[in-house]
């Protein structure tokens, strides 16, 4: 377990957490539209983020293509943001011994956003040391600056991949309330992005199921037909596919793709992988008969969602990181999104 102690002064600043896999939610700005926003991890867990995040904020045309492609970024955005890389992102409840600064609680429509830089102090030195973020439209989550914290604290064991099945927790793709899982959109977003770079502009074809339910519709409007497609399979630990390419699973601590033998691999969050690996593929067939007369349910019908959409914003930040994206078909896709964003 690690505890990250304040920079200034030792303070510790959070409770025990472990390291976990960024989730593909970071720069998803899901949460407004869908009235709706959710701690971005779990308690007791902590994740990295290898990229500069936070102020100060630089325009894409100060920054020329070389500088970009050296920040692993090669396709234009609007901002870039260029604080330092490494942040550390923890549940709210784990915080310990920090109080908010007044002044930079901007508050919004709705709470903090942060974007002015820490808006939390040690209390014991009052070195900035993190910043807490309660915005609609982002995720409920505290970043503490790398610069003002230490880590404390022995690595891990980590997970082999033939324990990942029994080890992670299935997410499902339909929450209780009857949407979609923001997780499966974002996760969607970036695997459709790894897709599209792997599938060097060939029609991919997939049998009927969960994996057609999630990409088949949008992979049919980007990947035209042509003289020749590629096949989309599951592949991972305890499975096999001979598919051209195939969904494998992200490691849930250390973010490793699953080593796969031969063809092209497409990371997903292993939540959703595990859920994948274990979807029976059975179909549901209409029930003969009904209710007796006089019978009545006291629940509603579960709710359906609509037609399930990858996360955009998440496709279009993965696309840009890929140097795929620099072929003008891909390029192309990338504009035509981008625009709309
Ligand atoms: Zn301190």
Redesign the pocket.
Known sequence: MTVF???????A?TAPVSQVALPPLVHAYQGCERGWIAPLLEPGTFAVDPEPAGPPWRAWEEIDTAEAEARGIYAPTSYLPDGPSGAICIAPGDIR?TVLIPERCDASCWGLYGADGPNL???????A?ATRVDHCGHWQVIWLDPRAVHRTGGDDDVIGWEELRQAVEPVPPVEPSGRWSPLWEAAAGAALAHLLAVSEGHRVIMPDGPIAQVFRQTLDVLLPSGPSSWTLGLDGPGLSTDADIALVPQHPQTAETWPRGTGAAVPLPAEVWTHLAAHDDRRLLLAIGSLPYGVRRDDPPPPLPDQFRPDERVFIHTLARLPAVRQPWLRAIHERFARTH
């Open positions: 102690t304040c920079g200034g002064c030792d303070n600043l011994g102090v040690c209390t014991q030195c009052g070195h040391v």
